[in-house]
């Protein structure tokens, strides 16, 4: 049996990432030649509001959906025009992409971080649950749909992104495997079936969050409800030896 779960984290228990794709673009416009200068010089109130233009164009993606939101939908929730827009961002192809590319990068180098740490299993598995939980919290609702993507199916233009991407998604999820296979070889976590199976139910629980936690209706936030997760996790996983010499920690919610 084969399990295919995609993550909006992503990773390797490598400590490389990959080569980021390069991308073939025409002969700028000026305001492309300007857009790239801006970059270039990547000045702090050029890169906050490219920020804010992704923080809203997710939401947008969000309830629109990629293929049904177009780059003046963005514009008018922004209360502005889609040709002040082309100054940060391209197309909203290469606004998506762009937020979701770094975020997962992040997301890989910190479970990196973890399964390098000299925690324990059953602790690094609770630091990468809650991270990931904050994450999807953080970024909301960018990451959510983005784990809604079909990556095998995208436009020939963005065949290299959806490549890097996957490699994204398998380096985290060999992160998460590679933790549980930890805990299961020094008897920390109980063998109930292997460590990829274990994973891919941890990261599909985490997942499925999507379907109901929007972090500005929520009693809880990201972080809480991670602890959850977690305790509900490691309360079945943590071998009854290791529960005895270092009792789970509960979440208070």
């Known amino acids: 049996m084969k399990e295919t779960t995609k993550t909006a984290t992503p990773a390797k228990a490598a400590t490389r990432l990959p080569r980021r794709p390069k991308r073939e673009e025409p002969p700028e416009s000026g305001i492309g030649q300007r857009r790239s200068l801006a970059l270039v010089k990547g000045s702090e109130s050029y890169q906050e509001r490219r920020r804010e233009i992704a923080r809203v164009a997710a939401e947008v993606f969000n309830k629109q959906g990629f293929r049904g939101t177009s780059l003046g939908a963005v514009a008018d929730a922004l209360k502005t025009n889609r040709a002040s827009l082309y100054y940060y961002i391209a197309n909203k192809r290469e606004l998506y992409d762009e937020v979701v590319r770094e975020v997962s990068e992040a997301n890989v180098a910190t479970a990196q971080a973890v399964h390098a740490s000299k925690a324990t299993a059953p602790d690094k598995l609770r630091t990468l649950i809650v991270s990931l939980m904050e994450s999807y919290a953080t970024h909301y609702p960018l990451l959510y749909v983005y784990i809604r993507e079909n990556l ?66 929520s009693e809880v936030s990201g972080r809480d409800v991670g602890l959850a997760f977690a305790d509900m996790v490691l309360g079945g996983l943590v071998s009854r030896t290791a529960a005895a010499s270092k009792p789970v920690r509960r979440s208070k919610i």
């Open 152 to 217: 095998s199916h995208v436009e020939s233009d963005r065949t290299d992104w959806s490549r890097y991407m996957r490699s994204l998604n398998r380096q985290y999820e060999e992160v998460f495997i590679a933790i549980v296979q930890e805990g299961l070889d020094d008897g920390s976590l109980r063998s109930l079936t292997t460590a990829r199976i274990t994973a891919y139910g941890i990261i599909g629980m985490i997942g499925w969050s999507n379907r109901w936690f929007v972090p500005q209706k």
